[in-house]
């Protein structure tokens, strides 16, 4: 099983700020199979990245994501109200898929 | 418009038994795997099973093999997630995903959640 750790575990900036979370995996993930997904408190997971890289629909291009092998990064450029929630991080590369513990970005 | 509603959660006692259903519109259901992915307090997320396109392959994590049974209905848009032997530990959110080929991949549209509660 891969397993990955996420860093940190609570992020505090301001808005307008840079948000940098790390997601490292305890083997290499395959094709960069690695997503990025974020929650709200009472809401559903929301897809942001996929592919290590690529940007889902609809999502600002404020988020980037970028990495392979086993670090991968999601960068926020300037945060806004609504980026304050929970971030995970997902391989898909096997058969059972795993998720990171989560980074809770907090004002 | 992707549409995924579960339902079916309830406080249940350890060792009980609870099935989960999730509708799905908006999209070819017998296209895409499906699965089922849980939210702990604890844990954060953690993927419990999938079952792929014509549920001919399913898998489980190693928390729930063995007491969880996931399937599925093509001619309703319906996937299912039988639970038994229910332990506290089961307690969480339980989300329908929905994948992005016939078999893996991320999930790319999720449901708002079901909640399971075991307790006595």
């Not at chain 1, 086993?70 to 304050?84: N, V, Y």
């Not at chain 2, 992707?2 to 959660?9: D, H, K």
């Not at chain 2, 999938?50 to 399937?71: E, H, K, L, P, Q």
């Amino acid at each position: 099983e891969i397993v990955l750790t996420q860093s940190p575990g609570t992020l505090s900036l301001s808005l307008g700020e840079r948000a940098t979370l790390s997601c490292r995996a305890s083997q290499s993930v395959g094709s960069s199979y690695l997503a990025w997904y974020q929650q709200r408190p009472g809401q559903a997971p929301r897809l942001l990245i996929y592919g290590a890289s690529i940007r889902a629909t609809g999502i600002p291009d404020r988020f980037s994501g970028s990495g392979s092998g086993t670090d991968f990064t999601l960068t926020i450029s300037r945060l806004e109200p609504e980026d304050f929630a929970v971030y995970y991080c997902q391989q898909y590369d096997t058969s059972r898929d795993t998720f990171g513990q989560g980074t809770k970005l907090e004002i | 418009e992707v549409q995924l509603l579960e339902s079916g959660g309830s406080v249940i006692q350890p060792g009980g038994s609870l099935r989960l259903t999730c509708v799905a519109s908006g999209f070819t259901f017998n296209s895409y795997a499906m699965s089922w992915v849980r939210l702990t307090p604890g844990k954060g997320l953690e993927w419990v099973s999938s079952i792929s396109a014509n549920g001919g392959y399913t898998n489980y994590a190693d928390s729930v093999r063995g007491r969880f049974t996931i399937s599925r209905d093509n001619s309703k848009n319906t996937q299912f997630l039988q639970m038994s032997s229910l332990r506290a530990e089961d307690t969480a959110v339980y989300y329908c995903a929905k994948r992005v080929t016939y078999s893996s991949g991320y999930f790319d549209y999720w449901g708002q959640g079901t909640l399971v509660t075991v307790s006595s």
